[in-house]
């Protein structure tokens, strides 16, 4: 967001963004435990499960990246 005076309910805000981070991170978490168990189901979803991790990487990259504050 370019205002982050534009957010209503800062609070509610970060506390939501917190749970993506989490959210992303446990299903990387289950994704990672499933291949690791059952590693012959899941050869035909490599391409998937790579753009997968690809994703979910950015998105939790980008939450720690963005939420850190700037510096002058």
């Known amino acids: 967001m370019a205002d982050e005076n534009a957010i209503v309910d800062k ?3 970060q506390s ?3 749970y993506m981070a989490w959210t992303a991170l ?3 978490l289950i994704a990672t435990t499933a291949v690791l168990i059952w590693p012959t189901r899941f050869a035909e979803a490599d391409s998937i499960l790579m753009m997968m ?3 979910l990487s950015a998105l939790v990259g980008a ?3 963005f939420a850190m504050p700037k510096k002058k």
């Open 53 to 55: 991790y690809g994703s």
């Open 11 to 13: 609070v509610a805000y």
């Open 63 to 65: 939450y720690f990246g």
């Open 16 to 18: 939501n963004r917190r």
């Open 26 to 28: 446990g299903t990387m």
